[in-house]
């Protein structure tokens, strides 16, 4: 008996005792039909224009990956199959924060500093950083630069822009893409299972 279970990145497919007939049937369930269904989900559906995490530079949507693992047991036997879909943090360090939430504080100096309104491209990517700014306003088309009421203003000749609110702790609520994507999916895993399982066990033919 194959037994299946999820949590908010995988599924696992408990493969000790399985006949290899079975397991030969989860390994390419798992690595063709459900890994990709689950990476197709997250990438168009939960990470788009209209989705949980709208896109902005791409990287969240570039670092999704799936890939299916075995997990031998005791001597050398099969014990699980495991598929994971999750994001690549080497692409996107902020990942498991857009999926897990929590609360970020500045790792250097006193404050956090926000980008708004002309620090942001359309698509609301920073176009540059508050200490790039404070270091060279001229550089970045702005006679000058000052800080008033927790906020970094650009100055040009007589105008000025606010550019970066000063926070000292930013907190970022769980999106779960990729959790959602498992809890909505589960049930269509579990019948897909049952229907691989139910074929491998039918007699092919013959008297």
Do not use: C
Not at 55 to 65: A, E, K, V
Not at 84 to 105: H, N, P
Request: aromatic letters at 6%; charged letters at 20%.
């Amino acid at each position: 008996m194959i037994t299946i279970t999820t949590n908010a990145r995988q599924v696992i497919a408990d493969m000790s005792g399985v006949p290899a007939k079975l397991q030969a049937g989860a390994k390419h369930l798992l690595s063709v039909v459900i890994a990709p269904r689950l990476h197709q989900i997250v990438a168009n559906e939960k990470i788009t224009k209209g989705g949980i995490l709208e896109p902005r530079s791409g990287n969240l949507g570039r670092s999704i990956f799936s890939r299916v693992e075995e997990r031998d047991g005791l001597y050398g036997v099969l014990k699980d199959l495991v598929a994971l879909v999750g994001f690549d943090l080497s692409i996107a360090k902020y990942g498991r924060l857009q999926e897990q939430g929590g609360t970020v504080r500045p790792t250097k100096g006193q404050f956090l500093a926000i980008p708004i309104g002309n620090a942001l491209t359309d698509n609301g990517v920073p176009r540059f950083t508050a200490r790039e700014f404070m270091e060279s306003p001229g550089r970045l088309g702005y006679t000058g630069a000052f800080v008033a009421k927790g906020v970094i203003f650009g100055q040009l000749m007589k105008d000025v822009t606010p550019l970066f609110v000063l926070k000292r702790s930013v907190t970022i609520p769980a999106r779960r893409p990729l959790a959602s994507t498992l809890e909505r999916e589960t049930p269509w895993i579990t019948d897909q299972f049952d229907q691989m399982a139910q074929q491998a066990i039918e007699p092919t033919g013959g008297a």
